[in-house]
Every structure is written in C-alpha cells, then in structure tokens.
C-alpha cells in the first residue's frame, strides 16, 4: 500500500480547517512527525499551487507561525513545469558559497542552535522573484532553511561595496578581526 505523502496530508489538513487561524506545530504534525520539511510543502502549495494561504507577512492578524486558509483553492491550480534553476545553475552557486550559508556560515550536517535539527542548504535569491530578481548566479546564494524563510521577501538589494565596509569600519576591533579572517579564509592571501 503506498504511503500519503506530507503535502496531501497537509493539503487535507487546511481544507478541513479553512478560515481557522492554524500553528505551524499543528501544520508539522499534520504532515508527520518524521517530516522536516514540512514548510517548504506549504511554500509550494502558495507559490506553485496558488493556495490563499496566509502568514503574518500578509496580514496583521496573524502571529509568527500562524498560517489561514483563505479559502477553498482553485480546482485546477495553474501548474507550474519548471522550477527555473537548473541543476548545473544550483551546483555553481553552491561552490562558490562554500557550500556555507551566505547569511550565519552555518554548513551542511551542523546542528542548527535555533531548530536542533541538522543544516540543509538552499539556494535564495538575493532579489526575491516577486520583486523582480531572476534566476541567475548573480542574483543567487547558497541559505539554510532557517534563514531562507526568514529572509523571503525581506532582503533587499545586494549590499555595495561601500555600504559593506561602512559596517565593517563602525564594528569594533573584535568584529572587524573576525571579518578579516573569515575573509582571508574565504579568498585566501594575496602575495
């Protein structure tokens, strides 16, 4: 007999609970407690499947971690072919970031302080696409799942050059020391 996969089983919770204000605990154990990705399913059941789901980025009713089902989706979503980042595009992006996240240089296989659960990368746009960022190597950057669904939406523009070192100069000589040698860990020494 096969297995009902998370995302049905967490397309059957919001049907059933529609215009009741639900808890992300309620969402995760919905789609089993063996699940860990159990965000990213509701991310692609707003974005790809074009569910009305909201979160507290769209309405002020809603808390952190409390999603609404809007109402019934569409009987027949639009469907969505392609995912838009090739397999070669995300290897790329990867290795030029170290494979590292971009945002708190947590890697693959640490434990993650604020969810215990070990680290998974993903790549995030710099630009998020609903702004009017594309799929490409500049506009990409490896994230783990904590800070891509903390930074969805919210991160603007790539700092320049100038802003950057603006930081680094009003830091204190500990955090500039620290960025000097993650920098020299990252790039190497020049001779």
């Not at 699940?35 to 979160?55: F, H, K, Q, Y």
């Amino acid at each position: 007999m096969r297995k009902i996969g998370a995302k049905k089983r967490l397309k059957e919770f919001l049907i059933a609970n529609v215009g009741r204000k639900v808890t992300s605990k309620e969402l995760r154990d919905a789609a089993g407690k063996d699940v860990s990705e159990w965000a990213r399913r509701v991310r692609e059941l707003r974005e790809d499947e074009a569910w009305p789901i909201l979160t507290h980025h769209d309405s002020d009713d809603l808390a952190p971690g409390e999603y609404l089902l809007t109402a019934l989706p569409a009987e027949k979503p639009g469907i969505k072919f392609s995912r838009g980042i090739s397999q070669k595009l995300r290897a790329e992006v990867l290795d030029r970031n170290g494979f590292t996240c971009q945002m708190c240089g947590l890697t693959p296989g640490e434990i993650d302080p604020s969810t215990g659960r070990k680290v998974r990368l993903h790549l995030g746009h710099i630009k998020d696409k609903s702004l009017g960022g594309i799929d490409e190597l500049s506009n990409l950057r490896t994230l783990c799942s904590t800070c891509n669904q903390g930074a969805k939406n919210i991160t603007g523009e790539k700092p320049t050059s100038i802003w950057l070192l603006s930081q680094i100069r009003r830091a204190g000589q500990d955090e500039q020391r620290a960025a000097f040698e993650w920098l020299q860990k990252e790039f190497g020494t020049k001779t």
